[in-house]
């Protein structure tokens, strides 16, 4: 799975979480009292819906084995695990009217590679090179199972950030921390250097987060795990209404659980 930095304000901002691994410190006793009661070890019902549209049946050369096979009125795609990103339109921002766009690859590619060659954005999302390893990024999502969408950010008619809104609960991350049901995570570059370090960051934060709560009525939380080293882009998170759950190890990072809780999001 990809980043979630936000180094929109005074620097890049994903970092990119990388493969799982070993479990991770999920911070103080207090930060683990504060989410205990969300421990459940029961598969969430969206689990179920990676598999929506399949018959299952028992695979012959591995007995018990149960693996899926589609119908003819079941054809193959990715299951909708978050709400139709790409009907969610503009939303109005402090800084101008925003949109999230999913990514077309032949259209957007030139761009995202671009930014991704950037040395400040290069040193967390470590996609740097050819486009074709950007290009291999970006179709990995488009092609998966749906728990993750990779979007471009527009700004006033201007594609300037990147973004991926993903399945927080349904993600390697969940492993290392007390994910909830439905919890719903950010990555975000901002390309440009100019657009970095004037508050843009923050604000796009806060309202993606906030647009995501507006069309995720099941989703209680929007959840960030940017490098712990990455100062300003956790700066940014803070700044956008994100409160500093924890820390966590994660395989390529050591990184800080920033939550928004719609609970508290008229007062932060």
């Not at 590619?109 to 290069?122: F, Q, R, T, Y």
């Not at 009525?217 to 100062?231: G, I, Q, S, Y």
Request: with cysteine.
């Amino acid at each position: 799975m990809p980043p979630t930095d936000a180094s929109a304000d005074t620097g890049p901002v994903p970092v990119r979480p990388g493969p799982t691994g070993h479990p991770g410190r999920s911070g103080t006793a207090e930060d683990i009292r504060d989410c205990e009661d969300t421990l459940d070890l029961r598969l969430p019902g969206e689990l179920l819906a990676l598999i929506a549209g399949t018959t299952p049946e028992t695979d012959e050369r591995a007995p018990g084995l149960i693996h899926e096979r589609r119908g003819p009125l079941n054809p193959p795609g990715p299951p909708d695990l978050l709400d139709q990103v790409g009907t969610w339109g503009p939303t109005e921002t402090p800084v101008g009217s925003f949109h999230l766009l999913p990514v077309q690859v032949e259209r957007d590619l030139p761009v995202i590679s671009g930014w991704m060659n950037d040395p400040a954005v290069a040193a967390f999302w470590q996609l740097a090179g050819s486009r074709a390893q950007t290009e291999d990024h970006l179709r990995a999502q488009l092609a998966g199972d749906g728990r993750s969408v990779p979007c471009l950010g527009v700004l006033d008619g201007t594609p300037m950030s990147y973004w991926e809104i993903y399945r927080a609960d349904l993600d390697p991350l969940a492993r290392h921390y007390p994910a909830r049901p439905h919890d719903t995570g950010v990555h975000l570059l901002v390309g440009d250097v100019a657009d970095r370090g004037r508050g843009l960051g923050s604000a796009l934060l806060r309202a993606v987060a906030d647009h995501v709560l507006d069309h995720r009525p099941a989703c209680a939380r929007v959840v960030a795990e940017p490098d712990l080293h990455n100062t300003p882009s956790v700066a940014a998170f803070l700044n956008a209404g994100f409160r500093y759950a924890s820390e966590v190890d994660l395989p390529a990072k050591r990184a800080a659980l920033m939550i928004r809780d719609r609970s508290l999001r008229h007062l932060m």
